[in-house]
């Protein structure tokens, strides 16, 4: 029986203004604006954006301003506007064969063509804290320029593939399930694992992908490719007939070469785990390449090592943060009459285990 | 390069320019020739794919806002605008661009929109392709003293 129990506007209300209050902080300390996190908070726009599943940063960076930097929150936000907002279609696959190139490196291969560009990269970096930006001043100097090499960077994978050495992706068209049209359903083809794992946490990608590594999941992995730059978003347009481009949008990807399979019939090859996520997220990229490398172990007729990695609906029904967040935190609000029962249950317990004491003596 | 743009080529230019920098040189046209609305500017979603393996299935990547317009000139040519982002003003010059790249004007409109766009973006991406090209490592063999 549900217990209708109302009051606690005034104190909502008064609680969501100290909110506002405490978002904007010391007053003698000037607003961050939308552009300022846009411009500088730029790791974390994209990470709202990967998580949100929504390519815009301007509206990323206004929700982790209103979620005061809480980037779960943001996310939350991001995919609340994105259900108010009209499908008008599906783009082309992007081709990241085109991909502008910003930093792209190979761990397997020191000479691949179009050559090892780290880009805007922490690698190498010592890691100590830079005093001099807390210090108001001039900003950097700017960055060093080279004469820039025209064309398109092959795919690492490329080389290997045509000695036949790699696991082929040959393309297939058709149209691919979509987890925001349909509830989950599984077991679950590798486009939906897919579609999941880019939306994922990071964190929980992360901790899944180390997992792997440490043994849960034996798929030893190089990272064969990671490219980040932009991409052109095209899309047939029905009303003109043709396909054009809507804009760009910025993606890391990683491909991974893995230890191989072979059988009677077939000869050895490597096999490989695939990451694409929205904006400069590297490290989101290559947890998904691993995660998605551990859950095809069905498909290349591996052993199930009972790895929590290789457990579709473990991975799966756990890596959305919004779906946890709101289950893990719906337990803070009023449970006043569950919990009520649950005492009413635990006295009459008690209550009996007393009497069947008294009842022995 | 601006000379062998198509219409599919426009198109995209308009859609990746920056909205500031259109809206400047569609200022520079003159006064904004009168249009109907055959469909006013909206905002919505577009799903993005990519491939699995980059070459292979497609798969749902996420999705990219996107805002869209029609319009019809007083000619009777249609411009139809399909911008990246959520920005009104942008949907709108890209589509009166469109319609008037099909009419008389479409020679000036070449040169006083579409050249300076594709020179913008020419710019914006050497510059970057230039800093790009600065990280990219120059590996040293290191002679080892055997001989």
């Not at chain 1, 604006?33 to 709202?48: F, G, H």
């Not at chain 1, 000695?163 to 992706?169: F, R, S, Y």
């Not at chain 1, 695939?274 to 691993?290: D, H, N, S």
């Amino acid at each position: 029986m549900y217990v209708a129990v109302k009051g606690g506007e005034r104190a909502i209300d008064n609680a969501h203004a100290w909110l506002a209050e405490e978002r904007r902080g010391d007053r003698d300390v000037p607003e961050l604006s939308v552009a300022q996190i846009r411009e500088q908070m730029t790791l974390a726009v994209n990470r709202v954006m990967a998580e949100g599943s929504l390519y815009d940063p301007d509206l990323s960076a206004l929700a982790i301003k209103q979620a005061r930097g809480d980037l779960i929150e943001a996310v939350f936000l991001i995919r609340a506007y994105r259900t108010t907002l009209p499908r008008f279609g599906a783009t082309q696959p992007v081709d990241t064969g085109t991909m502008r190139c910003e930093r792209r490196i190979s761990a397997t291969f020191k000479d691949a063509p179009g050559g090892q560009v780290l880009g805007p990269t922490f690698d190498y970096t010592h890691r100590l804290l830079d005093f001099a930006l807390a210090a108001e001043g001039e900003g950097p100097a700017p960055a060093s320029e080279a004469p820039a090499r025209a064309g398109d960077v092959p795919h690492v994978a490329g080389f290997l593939g045509r000695e036949g050495l790699i696991q082929p992706e040959p393309p297939v068209d058709g149209v691919p399930p979509d987890l925001t049209r349909q509830s989950m359903e599984l077991p679950a083809s590798r486009a939906l694992r897919l579609q999941a794992l880019a939306r994922g946490d990071e964190g929980f990608l992360l901790g899944l992908a180390y997992s792997t590594q440490r043994g849960y999941a034996r798929n030893h992995a190089f990272v064969g490719e990671l490219r980040i730059g932009a991409v052109a978003v095209e899309m047939e347009i029905p009303e003109l007939g043709f396909t054009i481009e809507l804009g760009e949008v910025v993606l890391t990807e990683c491909e991974t070469v893995n230890q191989f399979t072979g059988s009677k019939t077939e000869p050895p090859q490597f096999t490989r785990g695939y990451g694409l996520v929205f904006g400069q997220t590297e490290r989101k990229a290559i947890a998904m390449a691993l995660v998605d490398r551990a859950l095809r172990w069905k498909d290349l007729g591996e052993e199930d090592r009972g790895a929590p990695a290789q457990d579709e609906e473990f991975v799966l029904m756990h890596c959305d943060n919004i779906q946890a967040t709101g289950f893990l935190e719906h337990i803070k609000l009023p449970h006043y009459v569950d919990f009520q029962s649950e005492l009413e249950l635990i006295r009459k317990l008690r209550r009996e285990a007393g009497e069947g004491r008294e009842a022995a003596e | 390069m601006s000379e062998e743009l198509g219409r599919a080529g426009w198109m995209g230019l308009l859609a990746r320019a920056r909205a500031g920098d259109l809206a400047r040189l569609v200022a520079g046209l003159g006064d904004v020739p009168a249009h109907d609305w055959l469909r006013p500017p909206e905002t919505g979603t577009v799903m993005v794919r990519g491939r699995a393996g980059g070459t292979g299935a497609p798969f749902n990547l996420g999705e990219m806002t996107v805002t869209r317009c029609a319009l019809r000139l007083a000619d009777g040519a249609v411009g139809h605008g399909h911008v990246q982002g959520r920005d009104k003003g942008h949907a709108r010059d890209a589509a009166l661009v469109d319609a008037l790249m099909q009419g008389m004007r479409a020679g000036e409109v070449r040169t006083k929109v579409l050249c300076p766009l594709v020179a913008a973006e020419t710019a914006r991406r050497m510059a970057r392709a230039r800093r790009a090209a600065a990280t990219k490592v120059e590996f040293f063999t290191m002679v080892r003293g055997e001989e």
